[in-house]
Every structure is written in structure tokens, then in C-alpha cells.
């Protein structure tokens, strides 16, 4: 049997755990700076807790929830943090340096792109993580355990989270909640609510329910398509919940929040790229007050879509700032994280045989 991970503990539970072992009250709290604040990497590493302590904490649990097996990239570069989960499976995390567009030229802001599943049911086209189909969803020790890991693993401090990676995180929204709970929480990683971004493919109930959560959590919006027509063809989400619908969630989200939406667009050629289409995108976004981002599609292996040359891409962007909408375009290579967040796990699965026999659809 495997044990819990201790990195899923809140402080009320690791403190009902320690009442429940005789344990005085205050190793909560060292239990807790060592796990999030020190990072330290075993139980026995703990020097100030009794032998005895460490004895129980140590046949009561596991420390941590993912194993790192791989990086991919460099420190100055993007870099693929790939971990094993106590099944086997894997999943990943992409650490971003600055980017200067976003932060300004002398900022050295890191964003981590988290995981929320493994495999994902929602089936994108563009998208690499929707290949393999949707194995289970993570829980909030292995979502939280991603950052965790990514500062240990990189010795620098993690300022902004997309929850982008693989998975619809709206689709695991108990866990995810619970993950931000110790992401935030003050004795636990402490990272600001405003400095993470929700990400979904458009879960028109769940946006609602986190519109009503407490904490002003950023949300982006894959969209893709400006109109039903187009839309589903990319996204088959879209037949459940039409883009008519998912404004309206929108509206209801702003009418929460005052933190600004996201429009996600990845530009397909001959797909989602007509200048039509920019005008209609460009009046959802003035309505609602969104910005938008402009990414162009970056071919993934086994998909068949192309990204639009540079100059489309260029018209696309002009007639949204025209309209007056705060609208961004990376128009550099190589930066695959958004389209295709699943490949590096894919390969490794494939590679072990997993997907071939449990997950293929
Ligand atoms: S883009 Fe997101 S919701 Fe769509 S298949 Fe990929 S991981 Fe799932």
C-alpha cells in the first residue's frame, strides 16, 4: 500500500494527525517549515523533531507525492520537469523564465506551468496531453508537489503558476482547490492568489463555482474559435457548452472579480485564422474586458495542422488592437509549452508501454 504523501497535509489536518499520535501541537509548525520552507528532501532530514517522531511521521507517510526522474532544458531556457507518481504514471511541470514582454526587461519572474491531470478527457485537437485520452486526476499533493519540487530542483523561488499543463484543471476542481490552499496558505508555500492563472478549455459550472471562490485567482479562457462553427472543430467542448453560454459564465465571473480575463488563441491556418474571425474574437474581448494571446500553433508530432506565417499572424493581432483590445503575439520558435504540454510525458509512456495497453482511445 502506498502511504499519503505528507506534502497533501493542511496544517488543521497534519495538527489532528499529530493530537491523534500523542504528539505535542507545535510540531505542527516545524513539521510544516521543513517540509515547505526548508524543503527538505527526507523525513529524516527533520533535526529538531524526536527520533521517535520521525519513526511514526516515517511509517505514516511519504514525504513527497512525485518523484523527479527527468529535466529537459537548461537554467537561461525553458526547462520540462518530468515526475513518477506512486502508479506509475507521469506527469509534468514547464518552468518559464522572465519573460520580458509580460514583466519589463530587467524583471527575472519564473512561472511554473502545472499539471491538474494525467491525460485529459477533453480531446483539443491542437493538443498533445488530449492524444492519449485521460487516465486520473491528481491530487492536491501532487499538484502543490509540483512546485514544490520546482523550486528544490531549480534553487529559485516560483513568483507566478499557470495551471496550463496537462489536464482540465476546472474538471479536478476539489483537488485543485485544495492544492491552492496549501499553495497560498501562509505556513505552506505562501504564494500569492493573484500571481496564479486558471486555465480551461471553457467548464461553464465551474467557472461559475470558482467565480464565487474567495480568493481573486486569475482565469484564461481557451478559446480558439470566435464562433460555434469553428470553435468545434478544435474544441469538442464547445458542443456541451457553446461560446454563447460560456460569455454568459464570463459575465458572471467579471460581475465576482476584478481581476482581468484571458482569452487564449491559438492561431491554425486555414483553421481559426481568418481575419473574420479576429473582428468576432475582437468584439468578446472588448465586451468583456479581456486581453487576449495570440499564440501561434507550433506543429506537434502525429497532428496535422500548420501555424500561419508570421505576417497573417501579424494581420490577425492589428485588427484586435484596432478594436482597442490588449492583445499579445509571440511570434519567436521553439516555445512548444503551450501547444503541446503532453509530449514529454507522452514519449516516456509510450516508451514504457503504459498509454499502449491502459489509456489509448
Ligand atoms: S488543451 Fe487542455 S482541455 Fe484541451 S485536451 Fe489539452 S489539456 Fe485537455
Avoid at 111 to 118: E, G, M
Avoid at 168 to 181: G, Q, R, W
Avoid at 259 to 286: F, M, P, W
Wanted: positive net charge; hydrophobic residues 45%.
Amino acid at each position: 500500500m502506498t502511504l499519503p504523501a505528507l506534502t497533501g497535509l493542511t496544517p488543521e489536518t497534519l495538527a489532528a494527525w499529530l493530537k491523534e499520535a500523542g504528539e505535542p501541537s507545535f510540531r505542527a509548525n516545524q513539521i510544516l517549515a521543513w517540509v515547505w520552507k526548508k524543503k527538505v528532501t527526507s523525513i529524516g532530514a527533520m533535526t529538531n523533531l524526536p527520533a521517535a517522531l520521525r519513526e511514526k511521521l516515517t511509517s505514516s507517510f511519504r514525504l513527497a507525492a512525485l518523484e523527479h526522474t527527468h529535466t529537459q532544458g537548461s537554467a537561461d531556457t525553458t526547462r520540462k520537469f518530468l515526475f513518477r507518481l506512486h502508479d506509475g504514471r507521469y506527469v509534468e511541470s514547464v518552468l518559464i523564465p522572465a519573460n520580458p514582454a509580460l514583466y519589463g526587461e530587467k524583471s527575472d519572474r519564473r512561472t511554473l506551468c502545472v499539471s491538474s491531470q494525467v491525460g485529459c478527457a477533453y480531446g483539443c485537437k491542437f493538443c498533445a496531453s488530449g492524444l492519449a485520452g485521460f487516465t486520473r486526476n491528481l491530487d492536491a499533493a501532487e499538484i502543490a508537489g509540483q512546485v514544490l519540487a520546482a523550486e528544490q530542483l531549480s534553487g529559485e523561488r516560483v513568483d507566478n503558476l499557470v495551471f496550463m499543463g496537462m489536464g482540465e484543471p476546472l474538471a479536478n476542481l476539489d483537488a485543485l482547490l485544495a492544492a491552492i490552499s496549501l499553495i497560498t496558505g501562509a505556513k505552506t508555500l505562501h504564494l500569492g492568489a493573484r500571481h496564479l492563472t486558471i486555465s480551461t478549455s471553457g467548464l461553464v459550472p465551474q467557472i461559475r463555482q470558482l467565480a464565487e471562490h474567495p480568493q481573486q485567482i486569475r482565469l484564461a479562457i481557451s478559446l480558439h474559435g470566435a464562433t460555434d462553427e469553428v470553435r468545434q472543430q478544435i474544441m469538442p467542448i464547445n458542443r456541451k457548452w457553446p461560446v454563447a453560454e460560456l460569455f454568459e459564465a464570463l459575465d458572471f465571473w467579471n460581475a465576482r472579480n476584478n481581476q482581468k480575463l484571458t482569452l487564449e488563441y491559438i492561431l491554425i491556418q486555414g483553421v481559426n485564422d481568418s481575419l473574420e474571425q479576429a473582428a468576432i474574437l475582437a468584439r468578446h474581448a472588448r465586451r468583456i474586458h479581456a486581453k487576449v494571446n495570440l499564440i501561434p500553433y507550433n506543429t506537434v508530432e502525429g497532428l496535422e495542422w500548420k501555424r500561419p506565417p508570421d505576417i497573417h499572424c501579424r494581420a490577425f493581432r492589428d485588427i484586435l488592437k484596432n478594436a482597442g483590445v490588449s492583445a499579445t503575439l509571440r511570434l519567436e520558435k521553439g516555445g512548444d509549452i503551450d501547444a503541446a504540454c503532453g509530449q514529454l510525458r507522452l514519449k516516456q509512456e509510450l516508451g514504457e508501454g503504459i498509454i499502449a495497453s491502459v489509456d489509448a482511445k
